[in-house]
């Protein structure tokens, strides 16, 4: 076996292993640890594939910046286990059904037969001092600009989203703005009051 | 490196909408004051000079710029001037709604603002990128909206559901592009019927794609069998969001449906006419069916409109038969009419609910129709157009809209398609009259005076007057749904 091969099974086995631990492993956290794994591999296999670039921001956007925010809040929330379980097994024989049926035709479609390397066959190797990095900037900017666009709007939307569902203008809350407080001076506290003195 | 800066002439509604979100994001922050109203305005605004910039860069022919990513056609531009005539009118109807339950704040209308942007994209993406991004943008705000009224529990989970189910749909569509991209090595449409056509694609991987892609179609249009989200979540959001999705999106959905299944893949058109067939037949049963049982009136307009749906659905599979597509340009348009009738109607139906409710009241049960004649003759009469209209009853907008349907199924061969969808029809007057005849035969249960602003009821007599004259003219909505669609390709 090439030593290529090799280590593309090697990251797939993994990869399949903890994608599948991810959705059978009881604690979310632990969960969120695999997810962590599954990345890393998929990060791997797309460096074999040389898409460098992608490989390093999978691992940098999803590893280091998702991942860790959704840990944190996995970790914040108090999670009933017992609640999430109720009627899994009623449910079951229905998902379990419609999920291998699905599987079997993913297998049927998805197997050497269509995507085998007689129907696609491998793609001619770059050439020396070629890219990825700046191909792919040069086509976000100039080709691709409208849905870059786009999406940052999709952002905007998320974002807003977020802002409008989760802030709240409280009454009745006894919150002083530091800024004020620190701003306070002498004669906004202290009023001298002038008056003759009193004789006994 | 040879880039030539794209033609924005044909984009110029998506560019100026997308300016005046960022600018009414500002306008709102900077005039807090002010703010609620000033959103409102502008947003009105944007509508109103949107459309006239759609129709001054109207282009008689099919432009495409940004590489091909965009496309401009008659039949994106038409859409998308019903797509801001039903936004301008559903956040003017929801209004009051929305500022009696205190929920009317200005990230509302700037949601509803990306939102109708999101549908622009949708509406003219000749590409699966922007269309998929414009689709996400219209689902994300939608969802938002469905959760604004934070305090109420029903509406939250309404929220949950509509988000866990649209991204498990969102999804399914993605997988079937990548399936079809696998299959031709292409994302825009034109090269993936070119690659069809020409039958370099592989068949089956082409199908399994498509299954998926049917499915996340008929996800966003709200038909069988992934329809269980609708009366949810129909149900659960407040009035004036229930209005929205009711209509604008459903012509987006529709414009997805053109520009992936038509554009695309008119090819596979058999295949995928089978499935549409088990979806538009499905629909129409459960709809109607379903629809007699409810007591809720918001319910029982979503399984109405699942039915309506599913009448669209008729029309888009009655394009091809046996590789002719003789009757595709007649069956589409038919389609196309039925989508806009629907949405018109639906307008109205929503509307009337907004009208009967107030501070503290939701007109939303069949029982809140009672008497309405007593209290108000002149909106129970709109309301009976309306429900006579959706019956398919002569001569209103939704006849003419169910008879074009039904002619193009009857021309391609189905006429077993279109008995079924008679009988069912008629099964589903039931639930229409009913409503009629508690509205003009049940004493009052409350005989307080209806209260809403002059506006709403100005516009609400004007769209139910609307649907009885359109249903007198039926002929030039028709033929500007032909025209456009004939000129698209």
Redesign the interface.
Known sequence: MEFKTFVFYFLAVIMVFAALRVITVRNPVHAALFLVLTFFNAGGIWLLLQAEFLAITLVMVYVGAVMVLFLFVVMMLDINLDRIREGFWSYLPVGALVGVLILI?MVM?LGGR??GLD?MPTPPAAQEGYSNTRELG?VLY??????F???S??L???M??A???TL?KRKGVKYVNPADQVAVRREGRVELVKMSAEKE | ?N?VV?DFYP?AAEIFV?VM?LVI?LASTFARSIARGLAYFLTQATLIAAAFITIYTMQGEVTYT??N??VSDLMGDFLKLMIYFSMAVALLYGRGYLADRNID?P??Y??AL?MT??MM?MVTAN?M??LY??L??MS??L??MV??D?DSARSTEAAMKYFVLGALASGLLLYGMS?VY?ATGTLEFEGIAQSVYQQVA?E??LM?GLVFLVAGISFKLGVVPFHMWVPDVYQGAPTAVTLVIATAPKLAAFAMAVRLLIWGLFDLAEHWQTMLMFVAVGSIVLGNLAAIAQQNMKRMLAYSGISHMGFVVLGLLAGVVNGDGHFALNAYSSAMFYAVAYVIMSLASFGMIILLSRVGFEAENIDDFKGLNKRSPWFALMMMFVMFSMAGIPFFIGFFAKLSVLQAVVAAGYFWLAVVAVVMSVIGAFYYLRVVKVMYFDAPDDISPIQAPAELRVLLSANGLAIAALGLAPQMLMSLCAYALLASR
């Open positions: 035709e479609v269509y995507f129907a040069r100039t080709d691709f600009v409208y849905p666009e786009l999406a709007l999709v905007l939307v998320a807003i989203a802002v409008a569902l709240r | 490196m880039f794209p984009a997308a979100a994001m940004f590489s990513l965009f704040k990230e509302y700037l949601l990306l942007l999101g994209v590409h990128l922007p991004i414009g996400e943008m994300l705000a969802y938002t959760a604004f934070r399936m696998g592989n089956t991987v399994f």
